[in-house]
């Protein structure tokens, strides 16, 4: 074909396709389709899916490709629930394998080892950190081997694993995106792209609890500095992005990264972001965006056959799939159409662009998150400047058309159901054997389970039950109170079976004083008693909280425990810092009950120097330096932690500048945002400090456990 004829080939395809009204493939009951993996897993030529869900059964759809769309479902089993699905080759013996971020607590991945014949082995499922949200594949250490890359939204982490090349995974790389924020990071989905074209892939992340972009360099498989960008503040509101996409529409052999943003008073805008040459700026174009419902994710695929790529985006509640047809030429700023409506739903969450007919055009296939089904969308080629929204149903379906009412809230609340009958260790071990007895607490039988004994092993849960039946504590441990603890116990986990040093797969632990001090700081042990849980019982339940020696000559913040003033790059709009001047000690006080507080302070360095800086804190804290304005990019130049009643120091040659520090509670894993409650009244809202049940206060003070009684922290900062 001449270049004459090729041009006007692609001149007649440009524009948004027409495409055919929706073929549906019902899914399980309450299924609740998430982003598919794609592949042809059985080597005959057809690209098949594998479609994970956040279901309560743990279990993935496998649709096989046939000569004109999909075979019937079939059954996956996984394990755990699952937002994310990625087909690569991970044992590098031809056959494509799929890899699963494991939405649950622990999180991790979920590895289904392929067999060759598009049957798969019993998955190996390898736990991690909190609610992994996103994989993605790169080889980070550049050895051949396709690595992992994670987004655990739980516990606010990005995480490489490294492959041995035999299906085995290990922790290579972690960072804690954002650590001076007000809450946590929560990273729902990653990237690796090279950016800076040394042909090594870097990783990016889109925090969307602290509304960032943040880019790292990959240097021999370890990930540089963090250098963070808001998502942008239009008008009174800052955009909130719940998930993107990467692709190269430019054609210029740098990916951008796409988002619709849900901005309540403008709409949902399509941002599309433009990282420089070098990777270390970012530029931002922004797109009309879809009128109807929040906006949600976006997918990329050469619609109209113009040798471009086209842009599709979905919003939720209720919501459709638009596409933005690319009218940019190769190497220009990025042009986009206005956006063409092609189907509309209630909560259309992705959408995969794959020519499941093998027609040559490339059609849609939507994952119908609460109908529990895909929509097949043929591209019949042609342009239209308005397509049909939806149109009717095709009368050929593939199994029953599922009851699109599903309610998400039920499948949100994804810990385990309060007290299990006996929680599965995360190692092996003896299971627990109880003596029935007519008291409340241990070791009576679970309240979740019928038992001979009256009593149940969490104390307030069978204080509770037993004020509406007093037959619970003096006759038997019924059916009727077992019902009386699901409705009646929700958060009463305190005492609960399993050892408060050791993880397993239950809430909460045996020691009721050391189990609410921890949940208190960490409510997500209430769910999972896992190795995070654990981390914090020397810290909280040590004993004595240490007393810090103030200098005489330091300056208070004046700062009372209900104010937060000076909050740093952690407030989107309007930051506050605090000045910080060298030589001279500053105390300050941080409470966190559900909004984390930090202090955040401007240091000015006038001439090159090295400088230390020094915190003093009587809770589990960190120091974060940093440099840049905070609308990006931020640069963490260096971060310490502190013990409680130990310290933490950076020491650090700065260049002439304006520098951030910050000062927050946290841990080796993570940020903390609660467990340090203000006591004092705010003359504006009234008493805010939120009591813990008598009995634990009590407790504590017995065994001198003081640490409800902490008013908050104090810090010496001191240079040189």
């Given amino acids: 074909m001449t270049p004459v004829a090729a041009t006007l080939v692609a001149s007649l395809l440009a524009g948004v396709p027409v495409f055919e009204p929706p073929i549906d493939i019902a899914l399980p009951t309450r299924h609740f389709p998430t982003q598919p993996a794609v592949a042809d897993f059985n080597h005959d030529g057809r690209l098949d899916l594998l479609v994970p869900g956040r279901n309560t059964g743990g279990v993935a759809v496998l649709l096989r490709g046939v000569a004109n769309g999909f075979a019937a479902p079939e059954i996956v089993t996984l394990g755990c629930q699952s937002d994310w699905a990625v087909a690569v080759d991970l044992d590098g013996d031809g056959h494509v394998d799929v890899a699963l971020a494991a939405r649950a607590t622990p999180g991790g991945v979920v590895l289904l080892r392929n067999r060759g014949d598009g049957s798969f082995d019993e998955p190996q499922r390898?736990?991690?950190?909190?609610?992994?949200?996103?994989v993605q594949v790169l080889d980070a250490d550049q050895d051949g081997r396709p690595d992992l890359l994670l987004a655990h939204y739980g516990s606010g982490a990005v995480m490489i694993m490294h492959n041995d090349g035999a299906m085995r995974f290990s922790?290579?790389?972690?960072?804690?995106?954002?650590?001076?924020?007000?809450?946590?990071a929560a990273p729902s989905v990653v990237f690796a792209p090279d950016l800076d074209g040394d042909g090594a892939r870097d990783v990016l992340d889109l925090a969307g609890g602290s509304g960032r972009i943040d880019l790292r360099w990959n240097r021999g498989g370890v990930m540089g500095p963090e250098r963070a960008w808001s998502v942008p503040v239009e008008s009174t509101s800052a955009a909130g992005i719940a998930l993107a996409t990467m692709a190269d529409l430019n054609r210029d052999g740098r990916e951008e990264l796409i988002a619709p943003g849900i901005v309540t008073d403008r709409g949902n805008p399509l941002f599309v972001w433009s990282f420089g040459t070098d990777g270390s700026t970012l530029d931002v174009a922004r797109f009309p965006g879809i009128a109807l419902g929040s906006a949600w994710s976006a997918a990329t695929g050469d619609l109209d056959g113009d040798g471009d790529l086209d842009v599709i985006a979905m919003s939720v509640n209720d919501g459709c799939i638009s596409v933005f047809e690319n009218r940019g030429a190769s190497g220009a700023a990025i042009d986009l159409a206005p956006p063409v409506q092609v189907l509309t739903g209630t909560f259309l969450r992705h959408v995969v662009p794959i020519d499941f007919d093998h027609d040559g055009r490339l059609d849609l296939v939507v994952c119908d998150f609460l109908s529990h089904r895909l929509r097949l969308l043929r591209n019949a080629g042609g342009s239209s400047l308005q397509a049909e929204a939806g149109g009717p149903?095709?009368?050929?379906?593939?199994?029953?058309?599922?009851?699109?009412?599903?309610?998400?809230?039920?499948?949100?609340?994804?810990?385990?159901?309060?007290?299990?009958?006996?929680?599965?260790?995360?190692?092996?071990?003896?299971?627990?054997?109880?003596r029935l007895i007519g008291t409340c607490g241990p070791p009576a039988g679970d309240c979740n389970g019928v038992h001979a004994g009256p009593g149940c092993f969490t104390t307030p849960c069978c204080e509770t039950v037993c004020g509406f039946n007093p037959d619970c504590c003096s006759v038997t441990w019924d059916a009727d109170c077992v019902n009386l603890a699901t409705t009646e116990c929700r958060g009463m986990v305190c005492p609960s079976r399993g050892d408060c040093t050791a993880a397993h797969l239950g809430p909460g632990c045996e020691s009721?004083?050391?189990?609410?001090?921890?949940?208190?700081?960490?409510?997500?042990?209430?769910?999972?008693?896992?190795?995070?849980?654990?981390?914090?019982?020397?810290?909280?339940?040590?004993?004595?909280?240490?007393?810090l020696s103030v200098p005489a000559d330091a300056v208070d913040e004046g700062e009372a425990c209900f104010q937060s003033r000076s909050e740093g790059c952690g407030r989107r709009s309007d930051p506050a810092h605090a000045p910080l001047v060298v030589g001279q000690p500053r105390r300050g006080v941080i409470t966190g009950d559900g909004v984390r507080d930090v202090d955040a302070h401007l240091l000015q360095v006038d001439e090159r120097r090295l400088m230390h800086i020094e915190l003093h804190a009587d809770f589990p804290a960190q120091l974060v330096l940093a440099q840049g304005p905070c609308e990006g990019p931020l640069i963490t130049l260096d971060e310490a932690l502190a013990s409680p009643g130990?310290?933490?120091?950076?020491?650090?040659?700065?260049?002439?500048?304006?520098?951030?520090?910050?000062?927050?509670?946290?841990?080796?894993?993570?940020?903390?945002?609660?467990?340090?409650?203000?006591?004092?009244?705010?003359?504006?809202?009234?008493?805010?400090?939120?009591?813990?049940?008598?009995?634990?206060?009590?407790?504590?003070?017995?065994?001198?456990?003081?640490?409800?009684?902490?008013?908050?922290?104090?810090?010496?900062?001191?240079?040189?």
């Fill in 126 to 134: 390898i736990m991690l950190e909190r609610e992994t949200r996103c």
């Fill in 393 to 434: 149903r095709r009368a050929r379906e593939i199994g029953d058309v599922v009851d699109g009412a599903g309610e998400a809230a039920s499948l949100l609340d994804t810990g385990p159901a309060l007290q299990p009958p006996e929680p599965q260790p995360l190692a092996t071990g003896d299971e627990v054997v109880s």
């Fill in 512 to 547: 009721p004083e050391c189990c609410e001090l921890v949940r208190r700081i960490d409510p997500s042990c209430t769910f999972v008693w896992d190795a995070l849980c654990v981390e914090l019982v020397p810290l909280v339940c040590a004993g004595v909280a240490p007393t």
């Fill in 171 to 184: 922790p290579r790389s972690a960072r804690r995106p954002n650590r001076w924020t007000l809450g946590t």
């Fill in 646 to 720: 130990g310290q933490a120091t950076i020491d650090r040659t700065l260049e002439p500048g304006e520098y951030r520090v910050t000062v927050g509670m946290a841990v080796a894993t993570r940020t903390l945002r609660y467990g340090q409650p203000c006591t004092e009244v705010n003359p504006d809202t009234g008493p805010r400090a939120r009591l813990l049940p008598r009995r634990v206060v009590d407790a504590c003070r017995r065994r001198r456990i003081v640490t409800l009684r902490r008013r908050g922290w104090q810090r010496s900062c001191r240079f040189r």
